[in-house]
């Protein structure tokens, strides 16, 4: 299977999003766990979409951290969208701001 841009070096991989739900529960982590790795080998930016989070437990968080985790070692970049208070505070507590790459950044 050929790459997608391998006939032309100069055009940039596409980009993708993973939306997250509001509740980022135990019971979602399974579909959580298949949504990120559907995108884990993207050489595109991969956007998580975060605005809606508003409860997120332990398991999720630990799937984002190998996610992000995994890309970084490619040399893949993640990005997260509008996280909110919840899923920061989280990370937070477990210490996981800084592998999340979710500190606060001024506009």
Not at 15 to 40: E, F, K, M, N, T
Not at 58 to 70: K, P, R, S, V
């Amino acid at each position: 299977m050929s790459e997608p841009n391998a006939g032309n070096p100069s055009a940039s991989p596409a980009a993708a999003s993973v939306s997250l739900p509001a509740d980022l529960g135990i019971d979602v982590a399974a579909s959580l766990y298949r949504d990120l790795l559907a995108q884990v080998d993207n050489p595109g930016v991969v956007t998580l979409e975060a605005q809606d989070v508003a409860r997120i437990h332990t398991a999720a968080l630990q799937l984002f951290c190998m996610f992000c985790q995994d890309r970084r070692t490619a040399g893949r970049e993640t990005h997260w969208r509008q996280p909110t208070e919840a899923l920061r505070s989280a990370a937070a507590l477990l210490g996981v701001t800084t592998l999340l790459q979710l500190a606060r950044q001024e506009a």
